[in-house]
């Protein structure tokens, strides 16, 4: 079994940065492909920024040149780096290990966090 916790998120100014962790436990480092994804009430999951179990990183059109996906194996942490942030980055954040789509950004993982709020707003 997988745990998943995030944590970093809050709020920001229009233009500032966060960082968001996700903190992994009960698996192996590097036998998952792990990723990040944000969903806003009544739309779908969206992909923001995956990493596969090669270290092969993919980001979602929103995050691409202002977010960055990195990961402490020996810490079994997954960073997102967020910066000029938007008010439309304003979302519930996911972390997910385990890809089972077609895609390591379509949101088909086998395990989730619970889940942080970001808001973007002046």
């Known amino acids: 079994q997988v745990q998943l916790a995030e944590s970093g998120g809050g709020s920001a100014l229009p233009g500032g940065s966060l960082r968001l962790s996700c903190v992994a436990s009960?698996?192996?480092?590097?036998?998952?492909?792990m990723g990040w994804f944000r969903q806003v009430p009544g739309k779908e999951r969206e992909g923001v920024a995956a990493?596969?179990?090669?270290?092969?990183?993919s980001y979602g059109d929103s995050a691409k040149g202002r977010f960055t996906v990195s990961k402490d194996s020996a810490k079994n942490i997954l960073y997102l780096q967020m910066n000029h942030l938007s008010p439309e980055d304003t979302a519930m954040y996911y972390c997910?290990?385990?890809?089972?789509?077609?895609?390591?950004?379509?949101?088909?993982?086998?395990?989730w966090g619970q889940g942080i709020q970001v808001s973007v707003s002046s």
């Open positions: 997910a290990a385990g890809c089972r789509g077609p895609s390591t950004l379509a949101p088909i993982y086998t395990f």
């Open positions: 009960g698996y192996a480092p590097g036998s998952y492909c």
């Open positions: 990493r596969d179990s090669d270290g092969y990183i």
